[in-house]
């Protein structure tokens, strides 16, 4: 009883010391953490953590059997763990940024299609996608999202003309000035032909896939892009989202995953919203 006691009272001295800012305090840094583990899960990122874990295990043990060569060893590296942790996580840190400077208000002044230019434009990309798949022309598109892409857009060429089929496919047809680069997209229009991508460096890309999907996977690490591919050898059509690659998409699955970006920004009103998205897809789906 007297232990318990002598616990209570401890308890209750250190409940009795928290204030509401230390509440909050705990959350926020609670947060981060949760929003830490969200962006590097699945990815790069996360084995880096676990590398870090091992480290800091390594270096209590090495301290509690005096191991003084291999602790020091480890406290160097620990000691200088900020300029690692920048290095290291210099995509994801990026990525944090961009998010965090990604606001609403952004998102209004950010160019984004009309109702009907959505249809229009979810069309001509299936269009587009299906037919250089068919003749097995390879083709790079990337959509902006929230995050600017004008670094890329600059080192490509300029066309500024609103989103159409056979325009994209002549782009891309072989032996042509700008067939080898990227087309980037904004809002219901081409703003730029045969821009240079950086490549993802990630060594876990399966190696029958050439430098176009290294190229997608690269933007997608970056920025929250998403990036079109199709394969000159095979014609599938892969989609790049979120630094993760998914393949062989039909008809069926393009319709779905332009109706997600192309219906993003929607209107206030939610019964309003409703409609007009049900009516959009039955109008994509009869075409």
């Known amino acids: 009883m007297q232990i318990w006691q002598q616990y209570a009272a401890a308890i209750r001295s250190v409940v009795s010391s928290i204030r509401i800012a230390d509440i909050f305090d705990v959350l926020i840094v609670a947060y981060l953490v949760y929003k830490l583990l969200m962006l ?28 003084r060569a291999l602790n020091w060893i480890i406290m160097l590296i620990v000691n200088s763990g900020a300029v690692v942790v920048v290095v290291l996580f210099q995509p994801e840190i990026r990525r944090a940024l961009e998010q965090l400077g990604s606001t609403n208000l ?12 959505s249809v229009h434009i979810i069309l001509e990309l ?32 300029n066309v500024d003309a609103v989103i159409s089929a056979p325009l994209l496919e002549n782009i891309f047809e072989p032996n042509t000035p700008l067939h080898d680069g990227a087309v980037i997209l904004r809002g219901a ?25 290294r190229a997608a996977l690269g933007i997608t690490e970056l920025t929250d892009a998403i990036s079109l591919i199709v394969s000159e050898e095979t014609g599938i059509i892969s989609v790049a989202r ?10 069926n699955s393009l319709k ?32």
Not at 106 to 117: F, G, H, K, L, W
């Open 242 to 251: 979120n630094g993760k690659l998914t393949r062989h998409l039909d008809t």
């Open 106 to 117: 952004i998102d209004r002044v950010r160019v984004s299609p009309e109702q009907d230019d």
């Open 189 to 213: 229009r081409i703003v730029a032909a045969g821009c240079i991508l950086t490549l993802s460096e990630d060594r876990g890309i399966s190696k029958e896939l050439g430098t176009r999907h």
């Open 40 to 67: 590097t899960w699945e990815t790069r990122a996360s084995q880096v953590l676990k590398g870090l874990a091992v480290m800091l295990v390594v270096s209590w043990l090495s301290d509690l059997l005096k191991l």
């Open 256 to 287: 779905q995953l332009l109706g997600q970006i192309y219906t993003r920004h929607e209107v206030s009103n939610p019964l309003k919203a409703l409609l007009t998205k049900t009516k959009r897809r039955n109008r994509i789906a009869a075409k």
């Open 126 to 157: 299936i269009s587009t996608m299906t037919n250089l798949a068919r003749r097995k022309v390879g083709a790079l598109i990337v959509i902006e999202q929230r995050t600017g892409l004008k670094d890329v857009i600059e080192s490509g060429t």
